[in-house]
């Protein structure tokens, strides 16, 4: 049976705007969120810094916890951004740097790359916060 995977995530202005939004592709909508692909609150506020992410397995934990974090006053979200990223980095920073050459690799499998092993750490080490503050937060 395929593993599924659903992220939770905060999006964030210059001005520290929030947004946060749940899907099972987070690297897609990320992507969708800073080529201002739909319009809305975070195309007219200028949200696209990924500054916080969570891995679960299970739609209906994914989706509990994206609730309970849009209950949260400001300075809880804060605080909950800076215990992972204290400098508030853009998380995705680099991952679209080579959008053409994966498009292109698409067509041809010879140059298809492997998963950047960064990447998957940071979601590992993500998943574990994500149960960390599951125990922490509740």
Partial sequence: MREHRYFVYILASRSHNFYIGVTNSLRRRVFQHKNHSF??????YNIDRLVYYAVYGDIRNAIAREKQLK??????????IEGM????????????????????STADPSTARSPDPQTTRVEEKAGERSAQDDKLLS
């Fill in 39 to 44: 319009e809305g609150f975070t195309e007219r």
């Fill in 85 to 104: 990223n204290p400098t508030w980095q853009d998380l995705s920073e680099g991952w679209y740097d080579d959008v053409v050459s994966e498009l292109k």
């Fill in 71 to 80: 209950g949260w006053n400001r300075a809880k979200k804060i605080a909950l």
